[in-house]
């Protein structure tokens, strides 16, 4: 395989830069063989067979960024703070006019951070109070960058699936944002099985793919499968039944517990063209940027050249692509 195999032109202006006036009111494109369906996300409870399990991602997005100067020279800072390592020490993404150096310091909302240590695109951080404290006052809702705006109000709960309850990532499962309680309601009524996992987005889903796609790792996300999640798909892959997962979170955290028979772990699997699927049959998606894993991922399942022509209908047909964008039903 080649990088350029998961390419395609995307124009800056097709990239959503804000979530629909209301939850629920995205396109929906629907994958099916050969056949390619324009349908709203409200008419998702019909488009799901009775006897479906559904699978979300209950992990609930952390307000990971801070934003600081550098002490002495002002210089503006930005970290997304991704993983703590102990109360008082964490790992971050950052971001400033020059590289940080291990020493900097950093002043966050009177708080002085300490650059730790730097390895590639990650730096470590320490205080002297936990940082958690710190993110809960100072800490901003950590769009992706690619959206070009500040965060605001309305994001923290539009950057939020209706059915997050597990703090831990620093991007939202996007695909689940489309979802109001009354569409999980009337899919549930309609004997479709609403099941959950956690799976804990990290730095791993911004890092781009350097050089060959056999040697890019992904840098492991904390997942958890419950018992009875794990029971209903194994019933329905017995009985023949579709299995399919809310993003590209979800299809990673259940092909990895069918790998394994590991319930709990950090998922570091990268799915490609060529992966067997032994949990997921189908899965609901938004439209990824190019060149990406979690492109290649969608490629695996529905087929590279099926995808890719379903993306060019998208751009066609005036899709929104990306975090707050439409979204796709394959399989």
């Known amino acids: ?135 809960a006052r100072a800490g901003r809702v950590p769009l992706p960058p690619y959206i070009r705006r500040d965060a605001e109000p309305e994001d923290r709960d539009r950057y939020q699936t209706v059915y997050a309850c597990a703090p831990g990532s620093v991007a939202a499962p996007t695909a ?21 996992i956690t ?32 029971l209903a798909v194994r019933r329905a892959r017995a009985e023949g039944r579709p299995v399919v997962a809310v993003g590209t979170t979800t299809v990673r955290a259940l092909e990895s517990w069918a790998a394994t028979d590991l319930a709990e772990g950090g998922s570091d699997l990268m799915i490609v063209p060529g992966h067997e699927f032994r949990a997921v049959t189908g899965m609901l998606t938004n439209f990824h940027h190019p060149k990406t894993t979690l492109l290649m991922l969608v490629a695996a399942l529905g087929g590279r050249e099926r995808v890719l022509g379903a993306y060019r209908e998208a751009l066609d047909s005036g899709y929104r692509f990306l975090s707050y964008g439409d979204a796709m039903l394959l399989g």
């Not at 080649?2 to 959503?16: G, H, K, Q, T, V």
């Not at 979802?179 to 004997?191: K, L, P, Q, V, Y």
């Open 176 to 196: 689940g944002l489309h979802f109001t309680a009354d569409t999980i309601g009337e899919i549930a009524c309609r004997g479709v099985e609403v099941r959950s």
């Open 199 to 230: 799976l804990h987005v990290g730095p791993g889903t911004f890092l781009p793919v350097r050089g060959r796609i056999e040697d890019h790792r992904l840098l492991p996300e904390a997942y958890r499968i419950p018992h009875e999640t794990g």
């Open 1 to 135: 395989m080649r990088l350029e195999d998961f390419d395609y032109p995307l124009p800056p202006e097709r990239i959503a830069q804000r979530p629909t006036a209301l939850r629920g009111e995205s396109r929906l494109l629907v994958v099916r063989g050969d056949t390619l369906l324009h349908a709203s996300f409200g008419d998702l409870p019909s488009l799901l067979a009775p006897g479906t399990v559904l699978v979300t991602n209950d992990s609930a997005v952390i307000a990971a960024r801070l934003v600081g100067r550098k002490e002495g020279s002002g210089g503006v800072v930005e970290l997304l703070c991704v993983r703590e390592i102990t109360p008082t020490r964490w790992t971050c993404l950052a971001q400033s006019s020059k590289p940080l150096r291990a020493g900097t310091r950093v002043d966050v909302d009177g708080v002085l951070l300490t650059i730790a240590l730097r390895k590639d695109d990650l730096v470590e951080i320490e205080a002297e109070t936990p940082i958690a404290h710190l993110l």
